[in-house]
């Protein structure tokens, strides 16, 4: 059976039953390779907001999400929904909804210190993206597991799940030529609605997938260099 078909059932309360795990040790040469070829790739991103409207292979957006879902979780519990939103009038209601917030947001809600904090990113209250890239995809985040006959389970470390699963989706997208954005228009409630999402899930990001526009322009920035941001005891 597949990984896309094999059926995943709750493990809550079964007995612990290792498995063997003998992956092949990587030669240390090959290792140095891949590792600096991979931060020269890493550096090369960046998120962006200029979208081409032009169609992206669908099965290289599915399987990043399959990357992502493989992210280590909070008791394995695996607490997140991927939504691929695909239909332009549903990316068209998320942006309208999206631009009410934001409105509200850029007029005063998010304070002059935040407001601040965005200047040198060129943002408004405008997303263009959420319409012009040709998939949106809608991250939810499972407070709890939620049993076809309403049993509730308490899921544990989901923003930190979750948020581990982002990092690998963007990483996935990228390394497969996609550019990608994290927005998190605030409050996001709507998207449940929009997307008629079950109780127990709740909005964490939308990410834009597509390819750059011809004249897309990111922020001039500069990213901290490693001694910034690593500290070796």
Not at 5 to 30: D, V
Not at 171 to 178: D, I, K, N, W, Y
Request: hydrophobic share 40%; charged share 25%.
């Amino acid at each position: 059976m597949s990984p896309d078909t094999q059926q995943w059932n709750p493990i809550h309360g079964q007995p612990y039953r290792p498995a063997p795990y003998r992956p092949e040790r990587m030669a240390s040469g090959e290792s140095l390779v891949r590792a600096a070829e991979l931060r020269e790739r890493m550096d090369e991103r960046r998120t962006v907001r200029h979208f081409s409207p032009d169609p992206v292979p669908e099965q290289v957006v599915r399987d990043a999400i399959a990357c992502a879902a493989t992210a280590p979780s909070g008791a394995h519990q695996q607490p997140w929904t991927f939504v691929l939103v695909k239909d332009p009038a549903v990316r068209r209601q998320i942006r309208d909804a999206a631009e009410q917030e934001e409105l509200i947001s850029y007029d005063g809600r998010l304070g002059d210190e935040w407001l601040a904090a965005l200047r040198p990113l060129g943002t408004d209250a405008v997303k263009t993206h959420l319409t012009d890239a040709p998939a949106l995809i809608v991250v939810f985040q499972q407070r709890y597991w939620l049993g076809p006959d309403g049993t509730k389970r308490k899921h544990y470390y989901v923003d930190e799940s979750v948020g581990i699963a982002v990092g690998m989706l963007l990483t996935a997208l990228h390394l497969s030529g996609l550019a990608a954005l994290i927005h998190t228009p605030s409050p996001m409630r709507f998207l449940s609605h929009v997307l008629h999402r079950p109780e127990n899930e709740k909005a964490f990001a939308v990410i834009p997938v597509g390819y750059p526009s011809d004249d897309c322009e990111v922020p001039d920035l500069t990213r901290k260099s490693l001694d910034q941001v690593m500290v070796e005891v």
